[in-house]
């Protein structure tokens, strides 16, 4: 194997927040660096699967992109340089934190909606 294609290979690693052990193979991804149980992930690319990045910091799940097919991706903010990227979900992801990441935005509405509610 070159070191080309050894150099887009994720391999198993320890979440960087919840210290889980996460395994780099799972359905829907082939670049894996973020952990399924709390969606947070390391500032590791500078381009998709590069591994070259030298920052290494956290970086916080901060929202979810619905792309046009219809693909949910976790849109990752570094705590280190504010870098943001997305990441696709991957099959194992835990579906609960998901769909929190994904209300969080109703969450924090700067309007009450109990205001439209009201008959």
């Not at 690693?13 to 991804?29: A, D, E, W």
């Not at 381009?47 to 956290?58: F, I, M, S, W």
């Not at 979810?64 to 991706?73: D, T």
């Not at 991957?90 to 769909?99: K, P």
Request: aromatic residues 6%; charged residues 25%; hydrophobic residues 30%.
């Amino acid at each position: 194997m070159s070191n080309r294609s050894r150099r887009h290979e994720a391999g198993d690693f320890t979440c960087i927040r919840c210290k889980q052990p996460v395994p780099s193979g799972s359905y829907g991804t082939k670049h894996r660096n973020h952990c399924p149980l709390c969606l947070w992930s390391r500032h590791v690319d500078d381009q998709t699967g590069d591994r070259r990045c030298a920052c290494r910091q956290p970086m916080r799940p901060v929202g979810i992109e619905v792309r046009q097919s219809g693909e949910w991706a976790i849109i990752h903010r570094c705590c280190g340089c504010d870098t943001m990227r997305t990441n696709r979900v991957a099959g194992d992801d835990a579906e609960l934190v998901l769909l929190a990441l994904a209300l969080r935005p109703v969450q924090s509405a700067p309007f009450p909606f109990d205001a439209y509610l009201r008959e």
